[in-house]
């Protein structure tokens, strides 16, 4: 075996060089510098994501809250608001209503179905002059159908707020083709008047 001649000696300690700072900038600076930059930059990416979030959910509130102001004086508040005042047999009644509706769309587009609901209790505010009433749906529909109930049930009487919306793909849409049917996760909330205290 020859020895190498010092151009090149000099090309390998060049190159054993090379991998020595690598390591050692892995070991040092990525490690104990680069890394946790990066984490926490994807940490502040998240923050900014919930903070964006949380404003939309503020800015959905003053919206509330002026259509509740302006259903309280309301000449036709009564329209504004859920009838009945058991919250358990008004999301029942409003169920049934959005179950209508959904049937009505079923030969629109795509077509449109409801495959669960549930009534959801919310914790109520005495001091409050409304009671919350929530429903989660869940549905599968075309995209034109579902347009279609979503206005209804947000621009429509009594006022219903959109509160989560969540949309995907349906499991069963095909490959190739049309768009298919979404399935689509709904919460809906709606009013009723505070219950009428009883004189003690």
């Known amino acids: 075996m020859r020895s190498l001649e010092p151009r090149e000696r000099r090309g390998a300690?060049?190159?054993v060089l090379a991998l020595v700072l690598a390591a050692l900038y892995w070991l040092l600076v990525d490690s104990w510098f680069a890394g946790p930059l990066r984490d926490i930059d994807a940490q502040m990416d998240t923050a900014r994501e919930q903070q964006r979030h949380y404003a939309s959910l503020l800015a959905q509130g003053a919206t509330v809250r002026q259509q509740l102001e302006q259903a309280r004086h309301d000449p036709a508040s009564s329209s504004s608001l859920l009838p009945g005042s058991d919250?358990?047999?008004?999301?029942a009644d409003l169920m049934q209503r959005i179950a209508d509706l959904i049937k009505a769309k079923a030969t629109v587009g795509a077509g449109c179905s409801l495959t669960q609901r549930m009534p959801i209790t919310p914790e109520q505010d005495r001091a409050e002059p409304y009671r919350q009433v929530k429903v989660s749906l869940t549905l599968e529909c075309g995209i034109e159908p579902l347009m279609q109930v979503l206005h209804t049930l947000e621009y429509n009487r009594p006022y219903l707020f959109v509160e989560s919306l969540s949309v995907r793909r349906a499991a069963?849409?095909?490959a190739t083709g049309g768009a298919?049917?979404?399935a689509v996760h709904l919460l809906l909330?709606?009013?009723?008047?505070?219950a009428v205290k009883e004189a003690s």
């Open 13 to 15: 300690a060049l190159i």
């Open 87 to 91: 919250p358990s047999a008004v999301a």
């Open 172 to 174: 069963g849409a095909p």
């Open 180 to 182: 298919g049917k979404l």
């Open 189 to 194: 909330r709606g009013y009723l008047p505070a």
